[in-house]
């Protein structure tokens, strides 16, 4: 079965499977044999609740700047499919993808695959056909039963553990901390840059005989607020007075730790300079991770989608100069914590617009009108809209020069704010 576009493959990819999200690692451990996928070169396993993404981008980042060939998968994208999917820094070609999509077709037989497990095998198969110096793998939710847990890590990072994906993880830190720690390996590297695991990631981490390395213990950190630099100090070695990293946040602090503590255990294979460690600091940027894409007003965007996250956003926000007024562009899923998220946020803002999420999980702005009411915002402050695109743009008009408008809480309400500013930029 062949397929012309990459649009056309990954419509099929979607209808192959009864379910979108079945966790288990059989279907996925026939396919890595009947593919014959392996990688001689490290691969850096990346999990945990939030810093995911720029946990793994501070890893490319730097093995790029040492001169190194890397290759990165996360999840989800914003807009394109492609994003997923980068070769020394660039987003995989559409006829890159098809070639090895037609691969995994040829090869499943009868097997049906979830669309997570089919696209990640054609994207390992990409990363094997380019003979590469290293792999950085985001694993997509949990750890234990997530199809990116087939692949065999040289060195595994936990950047956050809190609350989320409660239906398929656990509702607790502990059961949640437990699932993660299974991206660990015996007698490799495990990093937790979370500052205080659950005792279920240090049990397990002991039971299977991993390298455990905890931010706060066995590597740490120090911000020199008066010169604007910072110091790591790793379980490997130091590096001191570096510059800041670009993404603002105190947390990003905390990611680029846990990035440069894996790298540190892989210099035996994969040596880098301190300026490789500084140029990833210096240009390190993603979009969503709080980008600000216009001024007067200004435009934030941020996928933060769970308590945890809102959490480092009001801290942000909290440091950031004060502006004229500061509001919200607000959509989330109905399966999130949308209750917590309202409760933490709320003394962030002057004024929220809050938008309907399309498909299957998506939430509705009146639910998130009720929770902001329960939390104490007044009915006059609120405004809801059917779209991401309506809010923003409402925002946006309604905006003194000197305003602030922050658009977050999903995914979803990040990629559609994203093309309503390009179709405007487009238009004007």
């Known amino acids: 079965m062949k397929f012309e576009t990459l649009d056309a493959w990954l419509h099929h990819i979607e209808g192959l499977h009864a379910q979108a999200i079945d966790l288990g690692l059989d279907r996925m451990e026939t396919m890595l044999k009947r593919l014959d996928i392996r990688f001689k070169c490290p691969v850096f396993t990346v999990g945990g609740t939030n810093g995911k993404g720029s946990t793994c981008a501070f890893i490319e980042s730097a093995l790029l700047a040492g001169g190194y060939s890397v290759g990165v998968h996360t999840s989800p994208h914003l807009i394109r499919f492609n994003e997923r999917v980068r070769i020394n820094g660039k987003d995989a070609k559409d006829e890159e993808l098809i070639r090895q999509f037609e691969k995994v077709e040829a090869a499943r037989g009868e097997m049906t695959l979830s669309y997570f497990e089919y696209t990640l095998l054609g994207i390992l ?29 040289s060195v595994s990072v936990i950047t956050s553990i809190g609350i989320d994906h409660t239906a398929y993880l656990g509702t607790t830190r502990e059961s949640i901390g437990w699932e993660k720690a299974h991206i660990y390996r015996s007698g ?86 301190r300026e490789a460690f500084e140029s990833a600091l210096l240009n390190t940027r993603i979009t969503g991770r709080f980008s600000k ?45 949308r209750a917590q998220v309202c409760r933490i946020m709320v003394s962030s803002f002057n004024k929220w617009y809050l938008s309907d999420l399309q498909g299957p999980r998506g939430g509705i702005a009146q639910d998130l009108c009720a929770m902001l009411s329960e939390a104490g915002v007044p009915q006059e402050k609120i405004q809801t809209f059917k779209t991401v695109e309506e809010a923003l743009q409402r925002a946006i008009e309604e905006a003194h020069e000197t305003d602030r408008i922050v658009t977050f809480g999903s995914f979803l309400t990040v990629a559609s704010a994203i093309e309503y500013l390009k179709e405007k930029v487009g238009r004007n």
């Open 188 to 273: 490799k590297p495990a990093i937790c840059a979370d500052a205080n695991p659950p005792i279920t990631v240090e049990q397990y981490a002991d039971k299977i005989g991993a390298e455990l390395l905890v931010i706060g213990k066995t590597f740490r950190f120090e911000h020199n607020h008066g010169d604007k630099t910072w110091n790591f100090f790793g379980s490997r070695g130091e590096l001191r007075n570096l510059p800041l990293p670009t993404m603002p946040g105190e947390h990003q602090l905390n990611n680029a730790s846990g990035a440069f503590e894996a790298l540190q255990c892989m210099q035996g294979k994969l040596p880098l300079k």
């Open 293 to 337: 894409v216009r001024n007067a007003p200004e435009v934030y965007l941020d996928v933060g989608h769970n308590p945890h996250a809102a959490k480092e956003l009001a801290k942000t926000l909290s440091g950031l100069p004060k502006a004229t007024r500061q509001v919200a562009v607000f959509g989330m899923l109905s399966d999130k914590d």
């Open 125 to 153: 198969l990409l990363f094997a056909e380019k003979d590469l110096d290293a792999v950085v793998l985001e694993i997509g939710l949990g750890g234990r039963l997530d199809a990116v847990n087939t692949v065999e890590p």
